[in-house]
């Protein structure tokens, strides 16, 4: 195995910021390529069960990441309200948060209500699991709290894991369902998700006052600088002020009001999605559309890589079947220093309506050339940290479905839920209306219909089926750890 092409971020956090801030928000822990998601009910809880499992999995510092075990900790409306939180001080948050994404309002801007024509799909059954108190529509398992733990290997991941089980089982805290994690690098080294394409390769890159970039990048960068309030509460953001987070009173023994605490100071939201992948599903539907399109020379690879926007291996696709020169397997990955308007207005390589192009359209949806920077600058404002790693077994390598359960646990990060993740669910990936397309959404998230891979002289339009489902999902909250040493300390 090669070095991972996930690249290292080329950038970190001053000493005093990082000192507050969960390791997680700079790394993806790609040097920890096992771990699990212990999705916490902790309606039962003892008292005191935050600090007990703290003790057994402290949540790494973002100045701290080079141990042999990293973890994150985040929570959910009800799993803060469980720790004490009042109502008043839940409304501090952002209202898709305390609402939850499993809210009638949230659920039809995300596409998640059942039999509507612009959806997702959900999984048989409906989602399983979400933040919802017991008993309240529409799953049947509550979750608290996300714990994630990262080790270098299974066997220490193991050990690490019943220790952490057993703390938790003496707090009476369970584990509502839990997902085994894994990057899984291919020889080359390259992260694949289970459809076979390289992941992970796309990330806005934060600057800002608190923000140390390692390499000699200008600052911003140029393509994917992001303020780094976008992620992080309290500092200066896309719209030039601190990103707001939540502020709690704080009392006197007495009970009287002696000012605030900064609850969100060095926090953000973490937006988790579990999304169930249907691998010969997908297969079957690309080379069902190659057989459709009556070309020998393209296939169903040629069908996926169009439907993803970017070629197996991560490179850009580039008009006229090019991909961007670069070494192979470069330690940084496929070059992602590039727009759409100049070299592939459109859409000629990669698709106007492909997965990435909609997930972030960079320049590609300017007019003309004058206005290109602008709107670079605006898809810029809605972009995602993202932090999610696949679950499951990888798919047989002889091709031969297993029937199991694999897919993605997407986990992304931003401080403006509406104007971040869900404006590009909504508003790019579900659109039926994107740039110049009609009634059709992403060929990867959204329901099956008709997929365009615009082609001079003609388009390419095909049907695409259903293979990624909705299984769970949930907006958490991701403390800084002196908002963490708060929670715990609350009586
Ligand atoms: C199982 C479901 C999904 C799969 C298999 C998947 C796969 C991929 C792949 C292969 C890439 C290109 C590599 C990269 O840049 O990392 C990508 C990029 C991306 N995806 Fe997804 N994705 C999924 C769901 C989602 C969802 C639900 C969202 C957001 C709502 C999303 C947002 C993004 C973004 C923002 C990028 C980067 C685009 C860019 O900056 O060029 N993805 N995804």
């Known amino acids: 195995m090669g070095m991972p092409v996930v690249a290292p971020p080329g950038w970190s956090l001053e000493a005093r910021t990082a000192r507050d801030t969960q390791g997680f928000v700079v790394s993806p822990f790609a040097h920890l390529p096992v771990a699990v998601a212990l999705f916490l009910d902790a309606g039962k809880a003892r008292r005191g069960w935050l600090r007990a499992v703290r003790q057994a999995a402290p949540a790494t510092r973002a100045d701290g990441q080079q141990q042999g075990r990293s973890a994150a900790i985040a929570f ?81 991941l193991d050990a690490w894991r019943v220790e952490v089980e057993s703390v938790l089982d003496a707090q009476s805290v369970s584990a509502a369902c839990e997902l085994p994690l894994s990057l899984r690098f291919d020889r080359h080294g390259v992260a694949r998700e289970h459809f ?160 990435v192009r909609r997930s972030n359209p960079r320049d590609g949806l300017a007019p003309d050339d004058e206005s290109a920077p602008d709107l670079l600058k605006s898809a810029n404002n809605h972009r995602l940290l993202r932090r999610g790693r696949k679950f499951g077994d990888d798919f047989p390598a002889d091709g031969q479905d297993d029937g199991k359960t694999r897919g993605l646990l997407f986990m992304a990060l931003n401080t403006d839920i509406t104007r971040q993740f869900e404006f590009v669910q909504q508003t790019w990936i579900l659109n039926r209306a994107f740039a110049t397309l009609q009634g059709e959404t992403d060929p990867l998230c959204g329901p099956a219909g008709p997929f365009t891979v615009p082609d001079d002289p003609l388009r390419w339009r095909f049907g695409v089926e259903t293979f990624i489902r909705f299984a769970g999902g949930e907006y958490f909250f991701l403390p800084g750890m002196a908002a963490l040493d708060w929670l715990e300390a609350r009586p």
């Open 76 to 156: 959910t409306a009800t799993g803060l309200a469980a720790l004490g939180l009042g109502e008043a001080e839940l409304r501090g948050f952002e209202r898709p948060f305390w609402e939850g994404m499993h809210h009638p309002d949230r659920r039809r801007r995300l596409g998640d209500l059942p039999g509507d024509g612009g959806a997702t799909t959900l999984v048989e059954g409906g989602p399983r699991w979400s933040g919802n108190p017991k008993g309240a529509d529409p799953t049947p398992l509550t979750v608290h709290a996300l714990l994630v733990l990262y080790a270098a290997d299974a066997a220490d």
């Open 196 to 355: 076979g394409f390289a992941d992970g390769l796309s990330q806005p890159i934060p600057y800002g006052d608190a923000v140390r970039r390692k390499d000699s990048g200008p600052q911003p960068d140029p393509w994917h600088g992001v303020p780094l309030g976008d992620f992080l509460f309290g500092h200066p953001n896309s719209h030039n002020e601190p990103s707001p987070g939540p502020a709690v009173e704080e009392k006197s023994a007495a009970g009287d009001a002696t000012g605030f605490f900064d609850l969100g100071r060095n926090g953000s939201y973490l937006v988790v999605r579990e999304l169930h992948q249907d691998v010969a599903a997908f297969w079957r539907s690309m080379e069902a559309a190659a057989a459709a399109l009556g070309d020998p020379t393209k296939d169903g690879r040629w069908v996926a890589e169009r439907a993803v926007g970017r070629e197996m291996d991560g490179d850009l696709l580039l008009p006229g079947g090019k991909t961007l020169p670069r070494v192979p397997y470069a330690p940084h990955g496929p070059d992602n220093a590039f727009g759409f308007r100049a070299t592939d207005r459109h859409g000629f390589g990669c698709p106007v309506g492909s997965h």
